[in-house]
């Protein structure tokens, strides 16, 4: 009799966590939805980057936004360099002797690209740009799910997915580690969902499978 009562408690304990569980999960989604729209089809669609994919998920492809401040660097050439340069708007910067360039919604790489041909009709040797990001224009990511800090964080330059855990407090011992997901919009204000191997990148394995934040993504931890 002992075994039979001590057997119907172990079931109500079971069902009471597996009735938390869902309750958890259900109140986490709705968080998600509530705080950047994202349907559930989102997670249904969820799929590996591609190879070619992945080349515009990673490093270096922080898309620049207005409002964003930058600062240019001209190897040997310092009159041409600027301290800092104010993405207006429009999304054009103004760059020394070259003049006005589009640079909101551009990645640095490709902002870089075009500054060095500019000034690559003025000057005899082709020049080397560095172009860095010094403070963005308000952007947010948001870190959910099983962290010890989920919220809204601050976009304040190019941040990846692990920097972004660790702003997050990182996983919490019951979190998915390679089934995190990052939820983010495109142009066309669809959306799609791109698994994230966390372990993978930890162990060394993927580490180029790291994948750049833009304003607005979801870093979801299941």
Known sequence: MFQRHASRKVLKGNAFINNFSRTARAAAF???????????????QAQEASAAEAQVLVGGSYNINAGDVLSLSVWNEPTLSAEQILVRPDGFISVPVIGEIQAGGSSIAEVQQAVADGLGRYLKDKPSVVI????????????????ARPGAYPLRGPMDVTQALALGGGLNSFAAENKILVLRRDVAGGQRAIKFKYGKVKDGDRLGSNIVLQSGDVVLVP
């Open 30 to 44: 709705a968080l998600l939805v509530a705080m950047v729209g994202y349907p559930g089809s989102a997670l249904v």
């Open 132 to 147: 860095d990001v010094l403070a963005t224009n308000g952007s947010n990511i948001y870190v959910l799910g099983k962290v």
